[in-house]
T-cell receptor, first 117, second 114 residues
Framework: GAVVSQHPSWVICKSGTSVKIECRSL??????MFWYRQFPKQSLMLMATSNEGSKATYEQGVEKDKFLINHASLTLSTLTVTSAHPEDSSFYIC?????????????FGPGTRLTVL | QQQVKQSPQSLIVQKGGISIINCAYE??????FPWYQQFPGKGPALLIA?????SEKKEGRFTISFNKSAKQFSLHIMDSQPGDSATYFC?????????????FGEGTQLTVNP
C-alpha cells in the first residue's frame, strides 16, 4: 500500500522559534499533498493543498506567512511553522494522492505532535 | 454547503455487536465517500470508500450503505471487536472539481467493550 511518513513524530520548541515538519511519500510519487491540523478530540482541518513545483493553496483563515509550505519534489513536502506560539500547538498531519491513480484517495501520514512552550 | 454531519459523537458497543455510524451531506457534487479510522496519536487510515453508483460496499466486517436520494451514508462494523475502538471519520469529496479536497465529518469515538 501507499506509505506516507512524517518527521519528526513529535517536537517541543520555545515560543518564537520556527519548526519544520517533513512529509514523504515512501513508495509512490505524489503530485499533490495536503496539510491538516487536528486539535484534541476534534476533526481534521485542512490547512493547505501542496502541489509539486507550484505555490501551495491555503484555506481561508490560514496564514500563509506563518505556515510555509514547500513541495520541492514528487516525494517531499515540508511545513514550516514560523515564529511558533503556544496556540500553534497541535497535531499536524499530511496526506498524499498517488500520482496517476485515483485522484480521490488520500493516504495519511502518522502525524507530528507540536508543542510550543 | 460543504458540511458533512456525522453522528453519533460517541458510541459504546459490546463485543460481537454491530456498530453503526451515520453521515449526511448537502453538496450534491460530492462523488466520493471514504471512511477513515484513527487511533490516538496516529494519522487516519483509509478503511473503505464508496461512490454514488452503488448502494452498498462490503469489505470484511466493514460495510458502507449509501442512500443517494437522502444524501446519507453509513458505516456498519459487524462483529465489533475491542481492537476496533478508535475514532471514525466520514468524509466526502467532489474529486478534481474540488482539487480532491476532503470534507470531514466531526468524528465518532467508538468504544467496544470486551
Amino acid at each position: 500500500g501507499a506509505v506516507v511518513s512524517q518527521h519528526p513524530s513529535w517536537v517541543i520548541c520555545k515560543s518564537g522559534t520556527s519548526v519544520k515538519i517533513e512529509c514523504r511519500s515512501l513508495d509512490f510519487q505524489a503530485t499533490t499533498m495536503f496539510w491538516y491540523r487536528q486539535f484534541p478530540k476534534q476533526s481534521l482541518m485542512l490547512m493547505a493543498t501542496s502541489n509539486e513545483g507550484s505555490k501551495a493553496t491555503y484555506e481561508q483563515g490560514v496564514e500563509k506567512d506563518k505556515f510555509l509550505i514547500n513541495h520541492a519534489s514528487l516525494t517531499l513536502s515540508t511545513l514550516t511553522v514560523t515564529s511558533a506560539h503556544p496556540e500553534d500547538s497541535s497535531f499536524y498531519i499530511c496526506s498524499a494522492i498517488v500520482s496517476g491513480y485515483s485522484t480521490d484517495t488520500q493516504y495519511f501520514g502518522p502525524g507530528t505532535r507540536l508543542t510550543v512552550l | 454547503q460543504q458540511q458533512v454531519k456525522q453522528s453519533p459523537q460517541s458510541l459504546i458497543v459490546q463485543k460481537g455487536g454491530i456498530s453503526i455510524i451515520n453521515c449526511a451531506y448537502e453538496n450534491t457534487a460530492f462523488d466520493y465517500f471514504p471512511w477513515y479510522q484513527q487511533f490516538p496519536g496516529k494519522g487516519p487510515a483509509l478503511l473503505i470508500a464508496i461512490r454514488p453508483d452503488v448502494s452498498e460496499k462490503k469489505e470484511g466486517r466493514f460495510t458502507i450503505s449509501f442512500n443517494k436520494s437522502a444524501k446519507q451514508f453509513s458505516l456498519h462494523i459487524m462483529d465489533s471487536q475491542p481492537g476496533d475502538s478508535a475514532t471514525y471519520f466520514c468524509a466526502a469529496s467532489s474529486g478534481e472539481t474540488s482539487g480532491s479536497r476532503l470534507t470531514f465529518g466531526e468524528g465518532t469515538q467508538l468504544t467496544v467493550n470486551p
